[in-house]
């Protein structure tokens, strides 16, 4: 297990969106220059809850910085945006 294992890996499984989950976690640290879960006791426990700091708590971003990487890093995959490509668009809209 690491910072970037999507929640559904931890089951043994992979979705469609499991990469989404995981370039979401990456965006996040190039945006924060602080390692997803970096807190955490339990990285395991953390991923299953979803306690992923906002991006705009830790580094000087607009919040809405933290509904996109809210959306890519869902619990649910099926909640997440649904390539790594509409994440792309979306964070260079943003930036």
Do not use: C, K, M
Not at 60 to 77: C, K, S, V
């Amino acid at each position: 297990v690491t910072p970037y294992t999507a929640p559904e890996q931890l089951d043994g499984e992979l979705t469609s969106t499991t990469d989404v989950y995981r370039v979401g976690l990456l965006a996040h640290r190039l945006l924060t220059d602080q390692e997803p879960f970096a807190n955490a006791g339990d990285i395991e426990q953390t991923i299953r809850t979803g306690e992923l700091a906002a991006p705009s708590e830790i580094a000087d971003l607009p919040e809405r910085t933290d509904e996109i990487i809210a959306t890519a890093t869902a619990q649910d995959p099926n909640e997440r945006y649904s390539s790594v490509w509409e994440l792309r668009d979306q964070l260079g809209n943003l930036l």
